[in-house]
């Protein structure tokens, strides 16, 4: 099972800022097969970038994702209101798993 | 536009069975598309439990796949989860999703089991 170690664990930030969360994987993911997620108090997750940097529909393109291999990256540029929340890392492989999570907090 | 149900118990019995059905509106259940369940706790974060295929293919989480059990019914658009043998580390939110590709692109809003006698 591949193991997904985000970071930081709580993010403390500004409105206008720009957020920069980490994904490192235990061993090598295919970038096809690593996408993010956000979760707002309350709600289900919603689908952000799939297959490591495509934006899902509806994403504003504030939200970018990158990287290979072991480590990605979810930058968040702009930070508004609604983008204080929990962000979740995830792999498709022989199995489904996710990160641990990192909180984003208006500092 | 997909959207999804999660329906069923809020409470189960230790050792008892827990069942949870996912009503699908909006699109077949029988199109090309992967149909899971998730679920979340304060203790474990999200976990994934499993995946059903239209086929009738499933792929399960190895560290449930020996209580666990999903079925497809296409003549009600849905999808069902068995998780035998509960306990109170099974309490959690159960997310209900469709994935293409990998990735869990429509989520239904959740429903919470509790475990307790």
């Known amino acids: 099972e591949i193991v997904l170690t985000q970071s930081p664990g709580t993010l403390s930030l500004s409105p206008g800022e720009r957020a920069t969360l980490s994904c490192r994987a235990s061993q090598s993911v295919r970038s096809s097969y690593l996408n993010w997620y956000q979760q707002r108090p309350g709600q289900a997750p919603r689908l952000l970038i799939y297959g490591a940097s495509s934006r899902a529909t509806g994403i504003p393109d504030r939200f970018s994702g990158s990287g290979s291999g072991t480590d990605f990256t979810l930058t968040i540029n702009r930070l508004e209101s609604g983008d204080f929340a929990v962000y979740y890392c995830?792999?498709?492989?022989?199995?489904?798993?996710f990160g641990q999570g990192t909180r984003l907090e208006i500092k | 536009q997909v959207q999804l149900q999660e329906s069923g118990p809020g409470l189960v019995k230790p050792s008892g069975t827990l069942s949870l059905t996912c009503d699908v509106s909006?699109?077949?259940?029988?199109?090309?598309?992967?149909w899971n369940w998730v679920r979340q706790s304060p203790e474990k974060g999200l976990e994934w439990i499993g995946e059903?295929?239209?086929?009738?293919?499933?792929n399960y989480n190895p560290s449930l796949k020996t209580r666990v059990a999903m079925s497809l019914d296409t003549s009600k658009n849905h999808f069902s989860l068995r998780l035998t043998s509960v306990t109170v580390a099974d309490t959690a939110s159960y997310y209900c999703?469709?994935?293409?590709?990998?990735?869990?692109?429509?989520w239904g809003h959740g429903t919470l089991v509790t475990v307790s006698s």
């Open positions: 059903i295929h239209p086929s009738g293919v499933t």
């Open positions: 909006g699109g077949s259940i029988s199109s090309s598309h992967w």
């Open positions: 995830q792999q498709y492989g022989s199995t489904i798993t």
């Open positions: 999703a469709r994935s293409s590709s990998g990735y869990l692109n429509h």
